[in-house]
């Protein structure tokens, strides 16, 4: 059975780079910090809205804010 892990190391990274705060990109799109947290660390799937807004924060598309790796688990 395969199984899709999403990745948001580059969410982080992005926001480093930027030199902003979880709760600065929290407040940017409206969540609390630990929610937002929890999207960071991929503990929750971040929401397509909520990709579309950090793509248009961070100038990059969709499809370079999240790594996508399929993994079989038996």
């Not at 979880?22 to 809205?49: C, F, H, K, M, S």
């Not at 909520?50 to 499809?63: A, F, H, P, Q, T």
């Amino acid at each position: 059975m395969k199984k899709t892990i999403y990745k948001y190391q580059r969410v982080r990274d992005l926001r480093e780079d930027r030199d902003l705060t979880q709760q600065q990109v929290a407040d940017y799109l409206n969540l609390y910090l630990n929610t937002y947290r929890r999207y960071e660390t991929g503990q929750n799937t971040i929401p397509i809205n909520l990709m579309k807004k950090l793509s248009v924060l961070y100038n990059v598309s969709m499809d370079y804010l999240t790594e996508i790796e399929e993994e079989i688990k038996y």
